[in-house]
C-alpha cells in the first residue's frame, strides 16, 4: 500500500535561516509527489509537484524540493525563511498503479518562523 | 482562470439537523471533484470523489453523502448530524483526464460545528 509519513510534527526556525520539512514515502512504481502549504482556517494551496525530470523542483514562493528515490524522500526547502511562512505543510503521493486519481496525504508539519 | 467556491464559510448546527455543503468550479470542464475532511487541524481524510455527472465513490462509509447533480457542482449532505461530523471540510477538484500527475486544487473549505 502506498503511503507518505512526516516524521516532524512542528519544525522551527529562525528567520533567514534555511528551512526543511521532510517527507518520506512508499509506492510501488514511480512516484508522483506533492507538497501544499495551509494557512490557519484556509483551504491547501498547491506549492510543487514531481513527475519526472530533474530531481529538484522549483514551487511557489521561493520554495523547493529534492527528490531522493534511494531514501524514497521529497524533503521540502527554502534558502532563507520569512516569518510568513509559518503554517501547516502537507506532503502527499499518488502512485501511478492506482487508476483513480487519489492522493495519500502525509499528516502535516507544522512551520514555525520566529523574527 | 479556475476558481472553486465553498459555502457556507462556517456553519453551527445542532445534533440530529440535516447538512448540505455545496461546492462549485468555474472555469473548467469535467472536473474531478473530491470532497475532503480535516479533524483537528492535521490529517486529511478523503470522504467522496467524482469523475462525472452522478458518479460517485464513497471511501468511507460513514454518516455522510454526496452528490453531483451539475459538472462543476459538488454536494455534500446527512440527514441526520452527529458530534462527531464535526471538522473542516475541503472541497477539491482535478483535471477531467484523471492522469495521475494532475494537480488537485482545493477550495476555501466549511467549518462545521456539530453541538
Known amino acids: 500500500a502506498q503511503s507518505v509519513a512526516q516524521p516532524e510534527d512542528q519544525v522551527n526556525v529562525a528567520e533567514g535561516n534555511p528551512l526543511t520539512v521532510k517527507c518520506t514515502y512508499s509506492v510501488s512504481g514511480?512516484?508522483?509527489?506533492?507538497?501544499?502549504?495551509?494557512?490557519?482556517?484556509?483551504?491547501?494551496?498547491?506549492?510543487?509537484?514531481?513527475?519526472?525530470?530533474?530531481?529538484?523542483?522549483k514551487g511557489s514562493y521561493g520554495f523547493e524540493a529534492e527528490f531522493n528515490k534511494s531514501q524514497t524522500s521529497f524533503h521540502l526547502k527554502k534558502p532563507s525563511a520569512l516569518v510568513s511562512d509559518s503554517a501547516l505543510y502537507f506532503c502527499a503521493v499518488r502512485g501511478i498503479s492506482y487508476n483513480t486519481d487519489k492522493l495519500i496525504f502525509g499528516t502535516g508539519t507544522r512551520l514555525q518562523v520566529f523574527p | 482562470s479556475q476558481t472553486i467556491h465553498q459555502w457556507p464559510a462556517t456553519l453551527v448546527q445542532p445534533v440530529g439537523s440535516p447538512l448540505s455543503l455545496e461546492c462549485t468550479v468555474e472555469g473548467t470542464s469535467n472536473p474531478n471533484l473530491y470532497w475532503y475532511r480535516q479533524a483537528a487541524g492535521r490529517g486529511l481524510q478523503l470522504l467522496f470523489y467524482s469523475v462525472g455527472i452522478g458518479q460517485i465513490?464513497?471511501?468511507?462509509?460513514?454518516?455522510?453523502?454526496?452528490?453531483?447533480?451539475?459538472?462543476?457542482?459538488?454536494?455534500?449532505s446527512s440527514k441526520k448530524l452527529l458530534l462527531s461530523d464535526s471538522g473542516f471540510y475541503l472541497c477539491a477538484w482535478s483535471g477531467w483526464r484523471g492522469a495521475s500527475t494532475d494537480t488537485q486544487y482545493f477550495g476555501p473549505g466549511t467549518r462545521l460545528t456539530v453541538l
Open chain 1, 30 to 57: 514511480n512516484p508522483y509527489l506533492f507538497w501544499y502549504v495551509q494557512y490557519p482556517n484556509r483551504g491547501l494551496q498547491f506549492l510543487l509537484k514531481y513527475i519526472t525530470g530533474d530531481n529538484l523542483v
Open chain 2, 57 to 76: 465513490s464513497s471511501e468511507v462509509p460513514q454518516n455522510l453523502s454526496a452528490s453531483r447533480p451539475q459538472d462543476r457542482q459538488f454536494i455534500l
